[in-house]
């Protein structure tokens, strides 16, 4: 899989991802200031999840119609800089799939709808 870390993930997140081999961009450091649809674009050209803090994901999915791979979209308070990578990669390895879906990662949930194409 590949990853787009949309400029709202924190970088600690970004830079342990990448140093345990992930496939990952950052839109702070490829193309900062972008709009939402952009990230979209990108993520869709390059064939990319995106990781993101930003709930305007989720309206550009299921009210525009944008069918990105796959979006997760982190609703996480209180958290330290590297806490969405652990949690990333603690979801992979219990097996969950984030291809075609829409994912709400919580403190205490994950949430998932598919995303229609």
Do not use: C
Request: proline letters at 6%.
């Amino acid at each position: 899989m590949k990853w787009l870390a949309d400029e709202n993930f924190p970088f600690p997140s970004f830079y342990l991802l990448k140093s345990q081999g992930f496939d990952i961009r950052h839109i702070g450091i490829d193309t900062p200031s972008v709009e939402d649809k952009n990230v979209m674009e990108v993520s869709s050209s390059q064939n990319r999840i995106i990781l993101t803090f930003d709930s305007d994901f989720g309206e550009l999915v299921f009210r525009y119609g944008f069918s990105p791979p796959g979006v997760i979209y982190f609703r996480l308070t209180g958290f330290t800089p590297t806490d969405p990578a652990y949690a990333l990669i603690k979801l992979l390895e219990s097996g969950y799939s984030f291809n075609g879906y829409f994912t709400i990662i919580g403190n205490d949930s994950v949430r998932q709808r598919i995303i229609i194409s």
